[in-house]
T-cell receptor, first 112, second 113 residues
Framework: NAGVTQTPKFQVLKTGQSMTLQCAQD?????MYWYRQDPGMGLRLIYY???????DKGEVPNGYNVSRLNKREFSLRLESAAPSQTSVYFC???????????FGPGTRLTVL | GQQLNQSPQSMFIQEGEDVSMNCTSS?????WLWYKQDPGEGPVLLIA?????ELTSNGRLTAQFGITRKDSFLNISASIPSDVGIYFC?????????????FGKGTLLTVNP
């Protein structure tokens, strides 16, 4: 099993550009999550999907949209990137009936 | 919203020393999770605690679920250079969504060889 995979690993955008961060898991987990990590701020939840077909806002959803394409894939979209969205983005998934989240390796995004 | 206070924020120790860090909350937690994040990687689960008072070990790591259910502790014995990283506590709080975790802001550990 590859676990949780994320693409790309690194990305540089100009202000106003759009992009989609991809996440996939091959562990048959129901719940998937998107976090951002900034220095001194820990991990902050952007959006989550409790199951296929459902998505909900987390702590910092503004400027982002998500799609739970199927059970395996959960993508995060920035429609118009801003410098404040420079961060490291992590995807995670959870097997039922657990709270133990499994994380991907992260996407390091810089918005100029 | 729900908050976890993790301390210390950072630690700089010599190889071989023992390390203690803790996490506290004003609300009750049903589960405590401790994660480690290596530089440039995603967090990895170290220890999961499910019962108040529970003491669980994983090699040189020992974690405890506080009796009040509002705190947890992580100890690392005889530290080595590969212990370097950020340690996070996390948990789903009682009464909240079972699908969401609250994370502490992390303890940055540096080990001097």
């Amino acid at each position: 099993n590859a676990g949780v995979t994320q693409t790309p690993k690194f990305q540089v955008l100009k202000t106003g550009q759009s992009m989609t961060l991809q996440c996939a898991q091959d562990m048959n987990h129901n719940s998937m999550y998107w976090y951002r990590q900034d220095p001194g701020m820990g991990l902050r939840l952007i959006y989550y999907s409790a199951s296929e077909g459902t998505t909900d806002k987390g702590e910092v959803p503004n400027g982002y949209n998500v799609s739970r394409l199927n059970k395996r894939e959960f993508s995060l979209r920035l429609e118009s990137a801003a410098p404040s969205q420079t961060s490291v983005y992590f995807c995670a998934s959870v097997p039922p009936p657990s709270d133990e989240q499994f994380f991907g390796p992260g996407t390091r995004l810089t918005v100029l | 919203g729900q908050q976890l206070n993790q301390s210390p924020q950072s630690m700089f120790i010599q190889e071989g020393e023992d390390v203690s860090m803790n996490c506290t909350s004003s609300s009750i937690f049903n589960t405590w999770l401790w994660y480690k994040q290596d530089p440039g990687e995603g967090p990895v689960l170290l220890i999961a605690l499910y019962k108040a008072g529970e003491l669980t070990s994983n090699g040189r790591l020992t974690a405890q679920f506080g009796i009040t259910r509002k705190d947890s502790f992580l100890n690392i014995s005889a530290s080595i250079p590969s212990d370097v990283g950020i340690y996070f506590c996390a948990g789903p709080h009682s009464g909240g969504s079972n699908y969401k975790l609250t994370f502490g802001k992390g303890t940055l550990l540096t080990v001097n060889p």
